[in-house]
């Protein structure tokens, strides 16, 4: 067991130790001045000289990729080039947003799958399976960006139930930012929920057909409790595996729609960022993400430990 924990975390360093190396080198061979971008086409020689050593792009790439690291450790995430402030503070200002976002939309994705998906499983092979996996079907081919216009036309230019866009901030009350993030988590979350209810009820109905769910059914329980007593839990593998990567997909989807809604989160700052060719901002988003991606893969690797006596006698 103790092994099995050791193996892990050293994969999880090593993997998120390559993301770093692989976003630095794709950031360097992009084309582009940073200097130019910040003072513009007509910047003088010598102020693009001045700046680029006082932004330390006069030094080698592999003296600059180590300072990098050593401020990772350290804390440090250097100075943003555009905004002129510490990176770590704008990282944390953004993540008020992102990180409330993602989770609320993960938490509608969910409970929607679980609520499909069980339904589905229940009445396979009858018209309420058909009709779930109709509306999973159209649920998948739906772009977010694009649900995202039709939900800001319905309910915010139509109905008038919700700002088209904005965030009024935490200090406004919680219930009027969860009200601002509820359009753009639904839009994240459609699409997610539509891939989990499927997995969900191929997961129940892989396992309603194993031997201890008819010794439950023989023993006088009916099909809908043998699956809530025994089938859903072991279910929860493979649909644990994907609601991690699905994870990872809504951290991606916040870049556009954050966009589309004007949300000031991390999406919104890589955009603007990319613009502005901020490269100290830009790789140390784009590395943070990937931490936190890395992360809840290794998280969901120890909740199989936690839910599989398999995988713990095998380690």
């Known amino acids: 067991m103790k092994l099995s924990l050791l193996h892990r975390l050293l994969s999880w360093a090593v993997t998120l130790l390559a993301v770093t190396a692989i976003v630095f080198l794709v950031l360097e061979i992009l084309p582009g001045d940073p200097a130019l971008v910040l003072l513009g086409p007509d910047a003088q020689p010598d102020t693009l000289a001045a700046l680029r050593l006082q932004l330390g792009l006069d030094q080698p790439a592999y003296i600059r990729y180590g300072a990098w690291l050593a401020g990772m450790l350290h804390g440090d995430l250097?100075?943003?080039?555009?905004?002129?402030?510490?990176?770590?503070?704008?990282?944390?200002?953004?993540?008020?947003?992102?990180?409330?976002l993602a989770l609320l939309a993960m938490s509608l994705a969910i409970g929607l799958a679980?609520?499909?998906?069980?339904?589905?499983?229940?009445?396979?092979?009858?018209?309420?399976?058909?009709?779930?996996?109709?509306?999973?079907?159209?649920?998948?081919?739906?772009?977010?960006?694009w649900l995202g216009m039709l939900l800001i036309l319905?309910?915010?230019?139509?109905?008038?139930?919700?700002?088209?866009?904005?965030?009024?901030?935490?200090?406004?009350?919680f219930w009027p930012a969860m009200r601002a993030l509820l359009l753009p988590a639904l839009a994240l979350a459609v699409a997610q929920a539509a891939v989990l209810a499927r997995v969900v009820r191929a997961a129940l109905l892989d396992v309603l057909g194993e031997d201890f769910v008819?010794?439950?059914?023989?023993?006088?329980?009916t099909r809908a409790q043998a699956l809530r007593r025994h089938a859903l839990r072991n279910a929860l593998i493979p649909v644990a595996t994907v609601i991690g990567l699905q994870f990872a997909h809504l951290l991606a989807g916040t870049i556009v729609i954050e966009n589309v809604f004007s949300l000031p989160g991390l999406?919104?700052?890589?955009?603007?960022?990319i613009n502005?060719?901020?490269?100290?901002v830009i790789k140390n988003v784009v590395v943070f993400l990937a931490a936190i991606v890395i992360t809840v893969n290794f998280v969901v690797d120890l909740f199989y430990l936690a839910i599989d006596p398999r995988l713990r006698?095998?380690?």
């Not at 080039?81 to 770590?88: H, K, S």
């Not at 502005?276 to 100290?280: G, P, S």
């Open 276 to 280: 502005q060719r901020d490269l100290m």
């Open 214 to 221: 008819r010794t439950a059914r023989a023993k006088g329980l």
């Open 313 to 315: 006698h095998a380690s």
């Open 154 to 173: 319905f309910f915010s230019l139509t109905l008038r139930w919700f700002s088209a866009g904005g965030f009024p901030g935490w200090e406004a009350g």
């Open 114 to 145: 679980l609520v499909l998906g069980i339904y589905a499983a229940s009445r396979h092979n009858r018209p309420g399976d058909y009709g779930v996996m109709a509306v999973t079907q159209i649920g998948v081919a739906i772009p977010s960006f």
């Open 267 to 273: 999406g919104r700052l890589i955009f603007q960022s």
């Open 78 to 100: 250097g100075t943003s080039y555009t905004y002129g402030i510490p990176v770590t503070e704008l990282i944390g200002s953004r993540l008020k947003v992102t990180i409330p």
